[in-house]
């Protein structure tokens, strides 16, 4: 068991190191380090309880959440946060920041560029509250011997003699070893917030770019309203989807679309979008309620919920605006003689 909260230590210690450093590519490695950290723990939780229970027939029987306590066993993440917040060893909202910033971690090898003008204070958050809720975890049993070997990382949390010097790990380290890295780390939750909706500004000013450039249009004549520019991005983006062929082969009569103009128009009236009209108002309202705001944990389900709702709609503006500056240069370059 030393050597297990050790080791836990140790990559606590890591993930602090990494985080003092300030750039992304730290702070990517600090959140995988703290995550790691806390799933080890949490599956040690579920396994710890599972022996306990099974020593004793009666226990077991009595016990009412077993199926949770089953599925932690095994290697599904969320499982063990589950049965942590059943036994009540995470709280509520710590359980829905805990897996939002896990998947964090499943999104860094391949999505990791969305997110990292925020990913430093989102990597020191995640770090404060694993640290809080490990502070709190009370170990079940505490034994070692003499060639117990520690990390030398994490040698600094554990009690030694003061006579030999020696290691004399006691159940409390792990507590003390937590607070702290937790008191070290010093989170700032201030500016995490405030780091979070300078990026949900940078987001709404670019997609309010894109809106504009793709209701301006390439030529003179082809400026149309932002409503509708948006209306017509997302018909044309379905009618090449599968989604938009279904629909399409389900609905379109062939009498009533003759070319490709009018099934794009037939698109924008019938096909089923969720923004008609030009949202960036609505969402500046948001980001200006995530800064007004005092609770990193709203501030995280603010911003995962604004990145996961507006995600298709902004790629899809991204994607006509380029478009429509690609035309432009030809145009350029054309009347350039080139």
């Known amino acids: 068991m030393v050597k297990f909260i050790a080791g836990v230590l140790e990559q606590l210690d890591v993930a602090l ?53 089953l599925a932690a066993q095994g290697q599904h993440f969320d499982r063990k946060v589950k049965f942590a917040h059943t036994e009540g060893m995470i709280s509520t909202e710590d359980k829905a920041t805990v897996l939002s910033l896990h998947g964090f971690r499943n999104q860094l090898h391949h999505a990791g560029l969305h997110h990292e003008q925020v990913l430093p204070s989102l990597s020191a958050f995640y770090l404060d509250v ?55 780390l010093d989170f700032d939750h201030v500016a995490m917030i405030a780091s979070i909706a300078d990026y949900l500004d940078e987001i709404i000013e670019m997609f309010d770019y894109c809106v504009q450039t793709a209701a301006n249009g390439p030529y003179n004549d082809s400026k149309v309203s932002r409503d509708q520019s948006i209306i017509s991005a997302q018909a044309w983006r379905a009618i090449f989807s599968d989604e938009g062929r279904a629909f399409i082969k389900k609905h379109v009569r062939p009498t009533s679309v003759n070319n490709m103009a009018d099934l794009e128009k037939w698109m924008e009236a019938h096909f089923p979008m969720k923004v ?18 005092r609770n990193p944990h709203s501030a995280l389900s603010s911003y995962v919920n604004f990145m996961k709702e507006t995600e298709t709609l902004r790629d899809i503006m991204q994607e006509t605006a380029g478009q429509v500056e690609a035309e432009i240069d030809r145009i350029i370059d054309e009347r350039r003689g080139r």
């Open 17 to 69: 190191e990494h985080i003092s450093k300030g750039d992304v590519h730290n702070a990517r490695f600090s959140l995988m380090m703290t995550d790691n950290a806390l799933e080890l723990t949490l599956h040690r939780f579920a396994r710890d309880k599972l022996g306990e229970l099974k020593a004793w027939d009666r226990k077991w029987d009595a016990y009412p959440h077993k199926d949770e306590l």
């Open 130 to 184: 694993v640290c809080r809720i490990l502070a709190d975890y009370r170990v079940s049993h505490w034994s070692h011997g003499s060639k117990t070997s520690v990390p030398y990382r994490a040698r600094k949390y554990i009690s030694t003699s003061s006579k030999t010097g020696r290691l004399i790990p006691n159940g409390k380290d792990f507590n003390r070893g937590c607070s702290d890295i937790r008191n070290r």
């Open 276 to 293: 008609r009209s030009d949202p960036v108002g609505s969402w500046e309202s948001r980001a200006k309620k995530v800064r007004s705001g």
